[in-house]
T-cell receptor
Framework: EPEVTQTPSHQVTQMGQEVILRCVPI?????FYWYRQILGQKVEFLVS????????KSEIFDDQFSVERPDGSNFTLKIRSTKLEDSAMYFC??????????????FGNGTRLTVT | GNSVTQMEGPVTLSEEAFLTINCTYT??????LFWYVQYPGEGLQLLLK?????DKGSNKGFEATYRKETTSFHLEKGSVQVSDSAVYFC?????????????FGTGTRLKVLA
């Protein structure tokens, strides 16, 4: 079964550094998402992306965050200048999205970001 | 706005006990409802879904019924196993301004003891 893949599985960075988290969504999916989860608890929506642009973003997704789909297969989340509170598990997800909103989200296994 | 409320965890049960994890939602219109499960060190996996009132989603012995009158989607299993230990998330989605927005509850940790 096709799956969403994320790399790296664990990223350690120093405060103030830029990080790029990478995702390869399922190939025929049209909508892409980033979520984050702090300390294994609430899953928080960051951003959704469709047709090469952001379709919605949360208040968490401030100017330090950006997303890109550079080559038609990868979907990246960049954090420009990391803060300690950015430490979390970041999940990429995608859905097929054609015509029906009851399509389930398909999640990757996540990237654990640790900011020191 | 749309929201999902789950019962606080952790829930600790003995093997073969009956499980209920409560979930209620607030949404305009007719959302689709989901339960996702997260095993340690993994991403979220779809467990079951229901797309309209009175639908029952089921998978791996788990069931949940979409109750519009009580705006609920409680997860149940008749006999839990140690391997069911995980965090369970209730979620809803409905189209919003041309996109699909998924909203998750806070998660309920289940621990099953042998």
């Amino acid at each position: 079964e096709p799956e969403v893949t994320q790399t790296p599985s664990h990223q350690v960075t120093q405060m103030g550094q830029e990080v790029i988290l990478r995702c390869v969504p399922i190939s025929n999916h049209l909508y892409f998402y980033w979520y984050r989860q702090i300390l294994g608890q609430k899953v928080e929506f960051l951003v959704s992306f469709y047709n090469n642009e952001i379709s919605e973003k949360s208040e968490i997704f401030d100017d330090q965050f950006s997303v890109e789909r550079p080559d038609g297969s990868n979907f990246t989340l960049k954090i420009r200048s990391t803060k300690l509170e950015d430490s979390a598990m970041y999940f990429c997800a995608s859905i097929l999205g054609t015509g029906s909103y009851n399509s389930p989200l398909h999640f990757g296994n996540g990237t654990r970001l640790t900011v020191t | 706005g749309n929201s999902v409320t789950q019962m606080e965890g952790p829930v600790t049960l003995s093997e073969e006990a009956f499980l209920t994890i409560n979930c209620t939602y607030t949404a305009t219109g007719y959302p689709s409802l989901f339960w996702y499960v997260q095993y340690p060190g993994e991403g979220l996996q779809l467990l079951l879904k229901a797309t309209k009132a009175d639908d029952k989603g089921s998978n791996k012995g788990f069931e949940a019924t979409y109750r519009k009158e009580t705006t609920s989607f409680h997860l149940e299993k008749g006999s839990v196993q140690v391997s069911d230990s995980a965090v369970y998330f209730c979620a809803l989605t409905r189209p919003t301004s041309g996109t699909y927005k998924y909203i998750f509850g806070t998660g309920t940790r289940l621990k099953v003891l042998a």
